[in-house]
C-alpha cells in the first residue's frame, strides 16, 4: 500500500504530539479559542486569537497572535495584548485606520486599532463588568499600546462583549459600525462612531432563531448574491453556547439587510426565545458538525473577499482535549459567498487549504463501479485532502472510511433514502475524554444531477467536510491512532458509481 507523506521532510510526531495538525494553525504550546481581530495589511494577513500564555487551560486570557501570507503558512508572533491584574483580553476585532480618525496614529502612519472586551477583575474598579477598549499599533501588529481613554463603551453590563467593527459607507454618510453582543439575553447590539472612541447606540437585533444558550462572536457583512454587485444582502453570524445543531457550540447566520441604523432579517424562523429547537434545522448554520465555533471574518480584505476562521473545538470537551502542552487549533480558512437555492439566499464555503494535484504523494481514480461492500483505497494518510464524486444510483448509501485502522475509523455516510450525510466518530480512536465526545454529526445534502460531491479536509486530528462545493459543511475533531491511516469507499446495495476520486497528501 502507498503511503502519502503527512509534511514533507517533518520527523514523525512524539506520542505526546501525534495529534499536531499538518494544516491547521495551533500555538506552539498552551490554550488557545477564538480568532480575533482578523486583519489584512500590507500583505499579511494577521490572525489573533484568544490565548493562555502560561498554561493548557483556559484563563489569563490575552491575544495571542500568527501572521501569513498566504492563509496556509502561519507564523506564531508574540503575545500581542496580555492580560494584567485589572482585565482580561477577551474577543474582539481589528481594523485598519486609514485616514486615522482615532488620532491613534498620523495621516502619515495610519495605525491598526483592536477594539476588544476589557474583562474587569476584582483588582479593577470596575470590577465584574465586561466593556469595549481599543489598543493600537503603529509598527504593523508587531507591538501594542492600550488607549488611555479605555473603556471607550461601557453599558455596565456583566456580558457585553465581541466587538466586530467594520467601515460603514452608505453614500451619504460613513462611520465606523459595532456589532457586539448582550450574551445572556441573547441580542446583536449596533453602535457607531466617526473615531472608534465616541460610540453612539443605533439598535438591537435579537432573540432570534437558535436561542438555546448565549450569543458570542457577531459579525456583519454584505455580500453579493451569486456574484452580481447590484443583487447584495447582508450577513449577520451569532455564535452560540450551548444550543448548537449538533450540541454545545456553533455558529449560525441570518440573511437580511441593513440600512446603516438597523439589521433586518430575512431568513428569521422564530422570533423570541424558542428553547424547545422543534426548528433548529431550518436555522441557518454556518456547521453542521460539533467543532467550528466563534467564527468571523477578516477586514480590510482586497477584492472584496469574506474570508473566515473558526476555532475548532466545542466548550462541552474543549477543556479536556488529548493534545499535551497545546490545546486546540483553528478552522482552514473559508471563503463565503452567498447563492440562491431553492427560492432561499445562502451561504456557500470553500475552504482556502491544500489544493495541489495528485501526484506521487497521491493517487486519482477514475470512473468505475462500487459494489456493495467496503472497497479499501491503495494508500494512506494522516493528512490529506479529498476529492470525491458519486452517482449513488439504487444504492441505499455510499461514502468514505477514513482514519481507519485496527483501532478506528471515522465514517462518512450518505444516506440516499434520506438524503442526509452523516460524519460518525464513535469508534475514531480516543473518544472517552468526554461523555459527549462520541457523536454522528448530520446534514441534509439533496443530490444535483444525481450526484453527491465531497471535498474533505483530513488532518492528524479533524475532519472538516464540504458538501456539493460548500453548501453544507461538517467540521468535527478525531484522535486516531498514529497507526489509523487507511482510507476506503464504500456502497450498500448495488447501482453505486465512483465518478472520481483525488487524494492529495500533505
Same mark, same amino acid.
Given at each position: 500500500?502507498?503511503?502519502?507523506?503527512?509534511?514533507?521532510?517533518?520527523?514523525?510526531?512524539?506520542?505526546?504530539?501525534?495529534?499536531?495538525?499538518?494544516?491547521?494553525?495551533?500555538?506552539?504550546?498552551?490554550?488557545?479559542?477564538?480568532?480575533?481581530?482578523?486583519?489584512?495589511?500590507?500583505?499579511?494577513?494577521?490572525?489573533?486569537?484568544?490565548?493562555?500564555?502560561?498554561?493548557?487551560?483556559?484563563?489569563?486570557?490575552?491575544?495571542?497572535?500568527?501572521?501569513?501570507?498566504?492563509?496556509?503558512?502561519?507564523?506564531?508572533?508574540?503575545?500581542?495584548?496580555?492580560?494584567?491584574?485589572?482585565?482580561?483580553?477577551?474577543?474582539?476585532?481589528?481594523?485598519?485606520?486609514?485616514?486615522?480618525?482615532?488620532?491613534?496614529?498620523?495621516?502619515?502612519?495610519?495605525?491598526?486599532?483592536?477594539?476588544?472586551?476589557?474583562?474587569?477583575?476584582?483588582?479593577?474598579?470596575?470590577?465584574?463588568?465586561?466593556?469595549?477598549?481599543?489598543?493600537?499599533?503603529?509598527?504593523?501588529?508587531?507591538?501594542?499600546?492600550?488607549?488611555?481613554?479605555?473603556?471607550?463603551?461601557?453599558?455596565?453590563?456583566?456580558?457585553?462583549?465581541?466587538?466586530?467593527?467594520?467601515?460603514?459607507?452608505?453614500?451619504?454618510?460613513?462611520?465606523?459600525?459595532?456589532?457586539?453582543?448582550?450574551?445572556?439575553?441573547?441580542?446583536?447590539?449596533?453602535?457607531?462612531?466617526?473615531?472608534?472612541?465616541?460610540?453612539?447606540?443605533?439598535?438591537?437585533?435579537?432573540?432570534?432563531?437558535?436561542?438555546? /444558550?448565549? &450569543?458570542?462572536?457577531?459579525?456583519?457583512?454584505?455580500?453579493? +448574491?451569486?456574484?452580481?454587485?447590484? !443583487?447584495? @444582502?447582508? #450577513? =449577520?453570524?451569532?455564535?452560540?453556547?450551548?444550543?448548537?445543531?449538533?450540541?454545545?457550540?456553533?455558529?449560525?447566520?441570518?440573511?437580511?439587510?441593513?440600512?446603516?441604523?438597523?439589521?433586518?432579517?430575512?431568513?428569521?424562523?422564530?422570533?423570541?426565545?424558542?428553547?424547545?429547537?422543534?426548528?433548529?434545522?431550518?436555522?441557518?448554520?454556518?456547521?453542521?458538525?460539533?467543532?467550528?465555533?466563534?467564527?468571523?471574518?477578516?477586514?480590510?480584505?482586497?477584492?472584496?473577499?469574506?474570508?473566515?476562521?473558526?476555532?475548532?473545538?466545542?466548550?462541552?470537551?474543549?477543556?479536556?482535549?488529548?493534545? /499535551?502542552? &497545546?490545546?486546540?487549533?483553528?478552522?482552514?480558512?473559508?471563503? +463565503?459567498?452567498?447563492?440562491?437555492? !431553492?427560492? @432561499?439566499? #445562502? =451561504?456557500?464555503?470553500?475552504?482556502?487549504?491544500?489544493?495541489?494535484?495528485?501526484?506521487?504523494?497521491?493517487?486519482?481514480?477514475?470512473?468505475?463501479?462500487?459494489?456493495?461492500?467496503?472497497?479499501?483505497?491503495?494508500?494512506?494518510?494522516?493528512?490529506?485532502?479529498?476529492?470525491?464524486?458519486?452517482?449513488?444510483?439504487?444504492?441505499?448509501?455510499?461514502?468514505?472510511?477514513?482514519?481507519?485502522?485496527?483501532?478506528?475509523?471515522?465514517?462518512?455516510?450518505?444516506?440516499?433514502?434520506?438524503?442526509?450525510?452523516?460524519?460518525?466518530?464513535?469508534?475514531?480512536?480516543?473518544?472517552?475524554?468526554?461523555?459527549?465526545?462520541?457523536?454522528?454529526?448530520?446534514?441534509?445534502?439533496?443530490?444535483?444531477?444525481?450526484?453527491?460531491?465531497? @471535498?474533505?479536509? =483530513?488532518?492528524?486530528?479533524?475532519?472538516?467536510?464540504?458538501?456539493?462545493?460548500?453548501?453544507?459543511?461538517?467540521?468535527?475533531?478525531?484522535?486516531?491512532?498514529?497507526?489509523?491511516?487507511?482510507?476506503?469507499?464504500?456502497?450498500?446495495?448495488?447501482?453505486?458509481?465512483?465518478?472520481?476520486?483525488?487524494?492529495?497528501?500533505?
Amino acid at each position: 500500500m502507498a503511503t502519502l507523506s503527512t509534511a514533507a521532510g517533518a520527523p514523525a510526531a512524539s506520542l505526546t504530539d501525534q495529534f499536531r495538525p499538518a494544516f491547521h494553525y495551533t500555538a506552539e504550546r498552551n490554550w488557545l479559542n477564538d480568532p480575533n481581530g482578523l486583519v489584512y495589511l500590507n500583505g499579511t494577513y494577521h490572525l489573533f486569537y484568544q490565548h493562555n500564555p502560561f498554561g493548557a487551560d483556559w484563563g489569563n486570557m490575552s491575544w495571542g497572535h500568527a501572521t501569513s501570507p498566504d492563509l496556509l503558512h502561519w507564523e506564531e508572533q508574540p503575545v500581542a495584548i496580555p492580560c494584567d491584574e485589572q482585565e482580561a483580553i477577551f474577543s474582539g476585532s481589528a481594523v485598519f485606520d486609514e485616514h486615522n480618525t482615532s488620532g491613534l496614529g498620523t495621516a502619515a502612519n495610519p495605525p491598526l486599532v483592536a477594539i476588544y472586551t476589557s474583562a474587569y477583575s476584582h483588582a479593577s474598579p470596575l470590577a465584574g463588568r465586561q466593556a469595549q477598549s481599543l489598543a493600537y499599533s503603529l509598527d504593523e501588529g508587531r507591538t501594542w499600546t492600550k488607549h488611555q481613554g479605555n473603556p471607550v463603551l461601557d453599558r455596565a453590563s456583566a456580558d457585553f462583549r465581541d466587538p466586530k467593527v467594520f467601515w460603514y459607507d452608505g453614500g451619504g454618510e460613513s462611520y465606523w459600525v459595532m456589532v457586539a453582543v448582550e450574551a445572556v439575553q441573547r441580542q446583536v447590539v449596533l453602535y457607531r462612531s466617526a473615531d472608534l472612541k465616541s460610540w453612539e447606540y443605533l439598535s438591537t437585533f435579537g432573540p432570534a432563531n437558535a436561542t438555546g /444558550g448565549v &450569543w458570542e462572536c457577531p459579525d456583519l457583512f454584505e455580500l453579493p +448574491v451569486d456574484g452580481n454587485p447590484r !443583487d447584495t @444582502r447582508w #450577513v =449577520l453570524v451569532v455564535n452560540i453556547n450551548p444550543g448548537g445543531i449538533a450540541g454545545g457550540s456553533a455558529g449560525q447566520y441570518f440573511v437580511g439587510e441593513f440600512d446603516g441604523v438597523a439589521f433586518r432579517s430575512g431568513s428569521t424562523v422564530t422570533e423570541g426565545l424558542q428553547e424547545d429547537g422543534s426548528r433548529m434545522r431550518e436555522y441557518g448554520w454556518l456547521d453542521w458538525g460539533r467543532d467550528y465555533y466563534a467564527a468571523v471574518s477578516f477586514s480590510n480584505m482586497p477584492d472584496g473577499r469574506r474570508i473566515m476562521i473558526g476555532w475548532m473545538n466545542n466548550w462541552d470537551y474543549a477543556g479536556s482535549t488529548p493534545t /499535551g502542552e &497545546w490545546r486546540s487549533a483553528m478552522s482552514l480558512p473559508r471563503e +463565503v459567498t452567498l447563492t440562491r437555492l !431553492d427560492g @432561499r439566499v #445562502v =451561504l456557500r464555503q470553500e475552504a482556502i487549504g491544500y489544493s495541489g494535484e495528485p501526484d506521487a504523494q497521491g493517487f486519482r481514480l477514475g470512473p468505475r463501479a462500487v459494489p456493495p461492500g467496503v472497497v479499501e483505497l491503495p494508500a494512506s494518510a494522516a493528512a490529506a485532502r479529498i476529492d470525491a464524486e458519486f452517482h449513488p444510483g439504487s444504492a441505499t448509501a455510499v461514502g468514505l472510511v477514513l482514519h481507519a485502522g485496527d483501532a478506528g475509523r471515522t465514517v462518512l455516510t450518505y444516506d440516499t433514502r434520506q438524503g442526509v450525510l452523516r460524519l460518525d466518530r464513535r469508534e475514531s480512536g480516543m473518544t472517552g475524554f468526554h461523555e459527549a465526545f462520541p457523536s454522528v454529526e448530520a446534514v441534509a445534502v439533496p443530490l444535483q444531477d444525481g450526484r453527491l460531491r465531497l @471535498r474533505v479536509y =483530513l488532518d492528524r486530528c479533524s475532519v472538516e467536510v464540504f458538501a456539493q462545493d460548500g453548501l453544507a459543511t461538517i467540521t468535527d475533531l478525531v484522535f486516531p491512532t498514529e497507526a489509523s491511516t487507511g482510507m476506503a469507499i464504500f456502497a450498500e446495495g448495488e447501482g453505486a458509481q465512483l465518478v472520481a476520486l483525488d487524494v492529495v497528501g500533505h
